[in-house]
């Protein structure tokens, strides 16, 4: 029994280390796209560009786990996929063309979406994974707080290079954790060798909501920190109130698994949701930097907040697992469409025209979420009615 504990414990260290850096390019995109403008001289909508064919590249990753296309054992899978990773992160460090960037970040994002999967497949395995994801989601808002703090010397001293280079080092950190799985270390699969089957209509309506909510949000996200800087507030404002943005993140994470026994998943992402379309809204009084930084911190408490409660929703029943796996691709979908789209909105002075179109897109996400609560309250009603 020990060694299954420290085996468990082991197993436990590396999924979080693995998932970490798994989005690690994500929760630095704001940071690292304005370096991108800055120093490697690309155009807004290039920059775009590049961060959508990282998450494209994951969006494929989770898909090539999703379909069964991913065979090997969940270790092996984990560690392919970091050393992959760090190849990618290493080569960037090399590069100044953005095509070639492209490229590098898409391979990337594959790689990271693959192990996006598998990680989350895993967690929903463990006996309270609301809790788990919960644990997955304040792990990267950990990492975020200590990157945004020390983020801005290192590209001050040296340079976006730097910056790869550094990632590229913890992946190679994040490979020696990863350890064997306690349980059975294969994915399971359908009887037609897929993961594929029908949906039910609930489901379809959490993974479309799910897929707006991270469209609208990704898109703000990327040029969060051009938003601050065209309003009119200095770089090192900007950096302090994505820092807080990392450390609300964390508060939502560990309040979501306080609250995982105590509320129902629909009425948590239901809230969590209105509060980040509030917060998206404020941003459009972003000259305001105290109004900045508590907008801010909501926007990424609350997407903390109510993603653990999604994957829980969706972590019922015998497809839970399949149910997850198209999670995590509706996830990645969102987040490549989200600076795509955006791409095409955005001027070098105008950012804050992203601000109303995701407050709507959040608030369609939340309508969406009421969609079976309806439907349920309906046909209560009319079991009542025939009853009577």
């Known amino acids: 029994m020990p060694s299954l504990i420290s085996r468990f414990s082991r197993y436990t260290v590396g999924l979080l280390a693995v998932n970490v850096l798994s ?5 630095l995109a704001p940071a690292i796209v304005g ?19 990282q998450l494209a590249g994951s969006a494929v990753g989770v898909g090539l786990v999703l379909f069964g296309f991913c065979r090997a054992s969940e270790t092996t899978l984990l560690r392919l996929s970091t050393i992959v990773m760090a190849a990618c992160d290493l080569c960037c460090a090399l590069l100044s063309q953005p095509w070639s960037i492209v490229i590098c970040r898409a391979v990337a994002g594959t790689a990271a979406g693959v192990a996006f999967a598998v990680v989350n497949a895993a967690a929903g395995r463990f006996p309270r994974p ?20 020390g983020l801005p010397a290192l590209l001050g001293a040296a340079g976006l290079r730097g910056v790869f280079m550094a990632l590229g080092l913890l992946a190679c950190f994040c490979l020696s954790l990863i350890g064997r799985a306690p349980f059975e270390d294969r994915l399971p699969v359908l009887e037609d060798g897929t993961l594929r089957a029908d949906f039910p209509s609930t489901t379809y309506t959490f993974l479309t909501s799910l897929t707006i909510l991270y469209v609208s949000n990704s898109a703000v996200w990327t040029y969060l920190d051009r938003i601050g800087v065209t309003a009119g507030l200095s770089g090192a404002r900007v950096d302090i109130a994505l820092a807080w943005s990392m450390g609300a993140g964390l508060a939502g994470a560990v309040l979501a698994s306080v609250c995982a026994t105590r509320i129902r998943p629909t009425t948590a992402v239901l809230a969590g949701v209105l509060v980040m379309a509030a917060c998206t809204a404020a941003l459009s009084a972003s000259h305001i930097a105290l109004l900045y930084t508590v907008a801010v911190a909501g926007f990424n408490g609350s997407l903390m907040y109510v993603v653990p409660f999604y994957f829980a929703r969706l972590a019922i029943g015998a497809k839970a697992h399949r149910n997850v796996s198209a999670a995590s691709m509706a996830i990645f979908v969102g987040l490549a469409a989200g600076p795509f789209l955006a791409s095409y909105v955005v001027t070098n002075e105008h950012y804050d025209r992203l601000v109303p179109i995701a407050t709507v897109g959040l608030v369609i996400a939340a309508a969406l979420v009421m969609v079976p609560l309806a439907f349920r309250r309906t046909e209560r009603h009319a079991i009542r009615a025939a009853d009577s």
């Open 23 to 27: 989005v690690t390019y994500l929760t």
């Open 35 to 53: 370096a991108f403008i800055e120093q490697l001289h690309i155009r807004p909508d290039q920059a775009g560009v590049i961060t959508s064919a």
């Open 130 to 149: 609301a809790r788990m994801y919960a644990s997955l989601l304040t792990a990267q808002m950990a990492f975020g707080i200590a990157g945004y703090l």
